[in-house]
């Protein structure tokens, strides 16, 4: 395979290309047009040339990607089986660039947040429907990715603002003039536009049509310094109105800001709030840039913003979110202001420590270990060099945990040592544990290797100790059993993913369980 510096100038080649003959038609349609003497024989010739300068540019995009992915490869290579830390990070500071430039251009070069929000040639399923979407926000269901409330606080605080805040005055009587207005016929997009403009600004949110790309928003609340986006908001006059999705077109303005402002400089997370009004229902996301994409989750609504004079749980559910939208509003400005964090470790998950044995520990991430599962391969600092921990750890975002059942595992040495929960949210918890470097998953060994005989005695072995103690684990899969064999043949499993562990009676499986 070519260099990426080779691959990289041919990928500027074919554009050149491509622009040239998408220029040459322009000019000789023109030319034909003017003088009378279209030339339908020489339009397909020409069509035909930007087809296959199109697939050449998909070619060159593809190798692209395979050279990252081969860089990826060797980075957790070396993670794996202890490779220097100069060289891991050299490697990642490779790739990392790699990833940060292709994607950047790839935003960049997208088409307007008005065509992409489309279902057409340009607009979000091309970009979207394969296996490396533009952005993670859940269109379709494999562009999704990890959940944004790990990378800020902020964004859990609204949604539990949206569902416990208690309303003022003012936001009542706001609410009370904005249904009012809202639930109206406006003559156009602008008209709503600028009646949700006034309202919003008496409650302490101003919002100011930007011009970014040379699109212009229909709202936007920047930064102090004016650089990145607090609060962006696209309209459509009414439902089925306006052509295309505002929620998709709202984080296509988020993501031509990012790659502009980002350009040549240090990667940042930039957590921003999208709001999508088609007609009077309002829906609102937050948006997010981290190490892998930009991610965006809906947060609440949309909500109907009418006046629903027999409805009193839903009017106030209304002022609840304005209410969450204000405070997050206060707090992300006050965090591009005061508090923007820095530095490679700003595009990972917020939490950076947990507590062992009454002392505080500090650590930087490594790597996410694998793109569907929330654990992350991270290294304690120098600094805790006193508290007796191995140097790398594994840290798990959860909501749900059985921590009794691992702890329990783990101290009849059939799960990895347990070393900490730490409640980060109403919602969000993380667990740290022993990162167990030298197993396999059992669901990937091959089986030619494994005495499946002795491996399904000691599994049930296994889950005799545990329902003996009182307590079930709720989903011993492969997947979730870890294998090692030793130097002598001997076999060593360990459990791993306790979400649904509890004692017997009391582990009930989710609602929405993948079966």
Known sequence: MATYEEIKQELTKADARLDEYKGVKLNELEDE???????????????????????EKKRLVKDMDDWKGQAVKLQNALVAFGGGEGAIKRKAIEVDEIDQ????????????????????????PSGQCGNNPLY??????????????????????????????????????FVLELTEEM????????????????????????????????????GSVLTKDGSMLVI????????GEGNGCP?????????????????????????????????????????????????????????????????????????????????AHNTLYKYYDENLETGP???????????????????????????????????????????????????KFTETYGVSVHQFCAAHGFAPKFFGCQQLSQRWKIIVMEYLD????????????????????????????????????????KVNILYREGKDRSVNLALVDFNWADQIGKAVYPPFLNT
């Not at 908001?233 to 439902?239: I, R």
């Not at 040549?264 to 997010?288: D, M, Q, S, W």
């Open 136 to 173: 993670l926000n859940h269109r379709p269901k494999a562009a999704s990715g990890n959940p944004i409330a790990i990378y800020h606080p902020v964004f859990e605080t609204f949604v539990q603002d949206c569902q416990t805040a208690v309303p003022t005055d003012e936001v009542y009587k």
């Open 232 to 239: 962006n908001l696209e309209v459509k006059p009414e439902l």
């Open 438 to 477: 030298d197993y396999v998953n059992l669901y990937n060994v091959v089986s030619a290797k494994v005495d499946w005989g002795i491996v399904t005695k000691k599994i049930t072995e296994i889950v005799k100790q545990i329902y003996d103690a009182g307590y079930v684990h709720g989903d011993l899969r």
């Open 345 to 395: 470790q700003s595009l990972w998950p917020y939490c950076h420590s947990f507590y062992y044995q009454t002392k505080k520990v500090e650590f930087e991430y490594i790597q996410q270990l694998e793109s569907t599962k929330l654990l992350f391969i991270v290294k304690t600092k120098q600094s805790n060099d006193n508290i007796d921990l191995p140097q790398r750890l594994l840290v």
């Open 101 to 124: 430039v292709n994607y950047f251009k790839r935003l960049k070069d997208a088409s307007p947040p008005s065509a992409y929000a489309r279902r057409g040639d340009r607009g979000w």
């Open 247 to 327: 929620y998709i077109q709202d984080i296509t303005y988020y993501g031509k800001k990012v790659a502009d402002y980002l350009e040549g400089r240090e990667a940042l997370r930039l957590p921003c709030f999208v709001l999508y009004l088609a007609g009077p229902f309002l829906g609102i996301a937050g948006v997010i840039h981290t190490k892998n994409k930009i991610v965006a989750d809906p947060l609440v609504g949309p909500l109907p913003l009418m006046f629903l004079q027999y409805d009193r749980e839903q009017m106030t559910q209304i002022a609840r979110m304005f209410t969450a939208l204000k405070s």
């Open 183 to 218: 639930s109206d016929p406006f003559p156009d997009e602008d008209a709503r536009i600028n009646a949700f403009h006034h309202l919003l600004e008496t409650i302490g949110i101003k919002l100011n049509k930007i011009v970014i790309t040379n699109c212009t928003t229909d």
């Open 33 to 55: 047009l003017m003088k009378g003497e279209y030339n339908e024989k020489q339009e397909k010739r020409l069509e035909k040339r930007i087809d296959e300068l199109k697939e």
